[in-house]
């Protein structure tokens, strides 16, 4: 009998400090994706200069889970380690970056991370 009031009182004090946890006032926030508009699939870049990526801002939703972006630099399917740009906000739409140095391809994609990763088109990079 008294193992079962122990039990029992533990129980309940448990059960309070989970409901106690539990934070009030949660916003439900939408995972936003807007697409990469540019750089599109003719376009080549060239190692060095500065381009814009650019993405669709035109839907978003009323609260984004991360508003700050990072573009970074995708290769024959494989997002490289390679950052573009980091920091900005996504709801700017565009970036200017850097092209860097990597050796020639035409399977190049740029990824945006914000809430998700959204990836252009395939282009190309030359030196």
């Known amino acids: 009998m008294q193992f079962s009031m122990l039990f029992s009182a533990v129980s309940a004090l448990i059960a309070a400090s989970v409901v106690g946890a539990v934070p009030g006032g949660v916003t439900i926030q939408e995972v936003y994706v807007p697409p990469v508009t ?3 699939g ?6 060095g200069s500065r ?3 650019t993405w669709d801002v035109s839907r978003p939703p009323k609260t984004i889970t991360n508003s700050i972006g ?7 399917n494989l997002t490289t380690p390679v950052i573009l740009a980091d920091g900005f ?4 739409g565009k970036q200017v970056v850097t092209v860097p140095w990597v050796v020639d391809g035409d399977d190049y994609q740029v990824v945006l991370f914000g809430d998700s990763g ?3 088109p395939v282009f190309t990079i030359k030196k």
């Open 70 to 76: 990072t573009i970074m630099l995708r290769k024959a």
């Open 89 to 92: 906000k996504i709801l700017n």
């Open 42 to 47: 003719n376009d080549v870049w060239k190692v």
């Open 118 to 120: 959204n990836n252009s």
């Open 51 to 53: 381009q814009t990526v």
């Open 38 to 40: 540019s750089p599109s």
